[in-house]
């Protein structure tokens, strides 16, 4: 039975967080921030969207004071699709990487994925903690396998890790074309890709939640300590940053995780 997120609202500031992850963690969503476009409203995220900065800044210290963590100590990604896990530590804080999945064993250290319908996945144990962007290239590419390994790498225990995957587009909406099945049946093996493959009449459409959760059990991850948001960002546009329901015109949303 899939276990759910926890909504919060701190102020009028709307997050998620998961009942088992003990560290400062959340998942934005749209309401609680300053933003004024009407693609933007409210709580975006994003530095290059064309939004206000003033708007912007003010948008991180509303999240931040609602999950409790510093707003000066984030580090971000660029989200360049890949299934590149880097390690950060203090030294980091306050710049941006070209990868999709940050982790980190450094007590303060918030590690921040911005999404808005591709899969954000937060992972925890008490030795260390990632944040990891999965779109479906990075999710056929492993990127949750390795944000695992890298954990395990600092000394986790994969039955000890607790995973919480936020709001993304969901299968009800995620209709995929014929060369993303050729590519996810070559990056995955056709066995594995159908499972998570549903045809309607002549659509098809991708669980991205489900093949996240099925390649996290397989780094090891128990099933019973994964919670999956039962929320679709497209079928949800009012509270959640959707790029397909807005055909690329919106803001993103942030996962954030601190030790």
Known sequence: ????????????????????????????????GVSKAPHLSEMNLGKNLGDDPESVEENYRRIAKAIGFDENNVVFTNQIHSNTVKYVTEADIGNTYDCDGLVSDKKGVVLAVRTA???????????????????????????????????????????????????????????????????????????????????RGDRVYCDLVSLNKEMLISAGIRDENITASLDCTCCNSELYFSHRASKGKRGVMSAFICL
């Open 1 to 32: 039975m899939n276990k759910e997120l926890i909504r919060e609202n701190k102020g009028g500031t709307v997050y998620f967080r998961s009942p088992d992850i003990t560290a400062v963690h959340g998942f934005s969503t749209r309401l609680g």
């Open 117 to 199: 319908d591709c899969v954000p996945i937060l992972l925890y144990c008490e030795k260390c903690a990632a944040a990891v962007h999965a779109g479906w290239r990075g999710t056929a590419n492993s990127i949750q396998i390795n944000a695992v390994n890298e954990m395990v790498r600092l000394g986790a225990d994969p039955k000890e890790i607790k995973a919480a995957i936020g709001a993304c587009i969901h299968k009800c909406c995620y209709e995929v074309g014929g060369d993303f099945c050729d590519s996810l049946y070559e990056l995955l093996g056709r066995e594995l890709a159908l499972r998570h493959i549903e045809k």
